[in-house]
């Protein structure tokens, strides 16, 4: 071998050394690093005159998920983590064929007008966004807030009275590092926002109804749920109404049970999930800007418009809770509350905006 090619091959062991070696490039999303990641959901179907049959799906994540790493969290506390959710159309509302079934199943004519509010049909386009794999737990928000509020607050059902009224013995089982925090007004949750951006230095945000909804489908056209078909105590908290079902009557874990086929737990019930979106009544005149862009929310500061019967003062809920019926938590059922409301069903989910929004 020659003296140069000594030389050489010297010097490239050398820099093997001296230089690191090159690596794939991590992930990002909206800017901000990504994790792939794989979880299990389900996939629904219905035979008529037969049960729902639930099928495990093992998905791997689409893009992957990005974990806030600023939160002092007690051991065992899960981490606030934020699921990549690649922008897209879809139909927002309620469809005359899910319609026309929730009728004939209440036997209500009244029913018609219950639903118009999220009529009509229409499409919406959204942006890419990140929004929560959970609900903010109660871990997350003491972290940030300094409190729970969910401690001492609990309810029970009161046969004479026919509702639900607060009942301390019990507050200890709604009460966990893991459990959605509940209790918190649309308020609340604007506090809790600019305490976590500042800690955080990102920007995050409860999401508007458009990316609620499109995030609860998850690619879903024609199903009232997220999971296709159906739905059963097995893969949401709800107030069951089938002989059989799991009568919880208490929240449970964020992430216990199926996530969507999109990665995101309790889209469905446990808690409802407050928006920033004011209320409407129905998507009549809902700005064509707002219908192009799903990452506005419907309020009288965007569009000049006064809500409906409170005006910049109650706010959208979504997804309904653990006192919820099946009706209540599909993913195009409308709630509103009073934005200074603390009800003891209401928590929230966060959205988490790319490098450099504000």
Request: net charge neutral; hydrophobic share 35%; charged share 20%.
């Amino acid at each position: 071998m020659s003296l140069w090619k000594l030389l050489l091959n010297g010097v490239k062991k050398l820099l093997k050394f001296i230089l690191p070696l090159p690596s794939r490039s991590q992930p990002t999303f909206l800017g901000l690093p990504v994790q792939p990641y794989r979880f299990v959901t389900v996939g629904t179907s219905k035979q008529k005159g037969k049960q729902l049959v639930i099928k495990p799906v093992r998905v791997k994540s689409s893009v992957g998920k990005y974990t806030e790493t600023q939160l002092q969290l007690p051991e065992g506390a899960l981490p606030l983590e934020m699921v990549a959710i690649p922008g897209g159309h879809f139909m927002m509302g309620i469809t005359p064929e899910e319609k026309k079934h929730l009728i004939k199943l209440q036997w209500r004519t009244v029913d018609n007008e219950y639903y118009s509010v999220e009529e009509p049909l229409h499409s919406v386009i959204v942006p890419d966004f990140f929004m929560g794999m959970y609900a903010v737990t109660q871990a997350q928000y003491q972290a940030i807030m300094g409190i729970n509020p969910t401690e001492g607050r609990a309810l029970i059902w009161n046969p004479e009275m026919q509702e639900y009224i607060p009942d301390a013995q019990i507050s200890d089982k709604f009460v966990g590092i893991n459990q959605p925090v509940m209790g918190v007004s649309w308020e609340d949750t604007q506090v809790f926002l600019q305490r976590l951006n500042q800690l955080t230095g990102r920007t995050y945000r409860l999401p508007t109804e458009a990316e609620w909804e499109y995030a609860a489908k998850a690619g879903t056209t024609a199903s009232p749920y997220g999971y296709g078909n159906g739905i059963t105590t097995n893969l949401a908290n709800y107030l069951p109404e089938i002989p059989g079902e799991i009568d919880r009557r208490v929240t449970i874990a964020v992430n216990e049970l199926y996530p969507n086929p999109w990665g995101l737990f309790h889209i469905h019930g446990n808690v409802y999930e407050w928006c920033h979106d004011e209320f409407y009544a129905g998507y009549q005149q809902k700005p064509e800007r707002l219908q192009q862009d799903g990452s506005i929310p419907w309020t009288e500061q965007n569009t000049g418009m006064p809500a409906t019967d409170y005006p910049n003062f109650t706010r959208i809920s979504r997804g309904g809770s653990w006192l919820s019926n099946t009706r209540n938590i599909r993913s195009a059922s409308r709630a509103w509350f009073n934005q200074d409301v603390r009800d003891f069903g209401n928590g929230f989910r966060l959205v988490l905006l790319g490098e450099g929004a504000s």
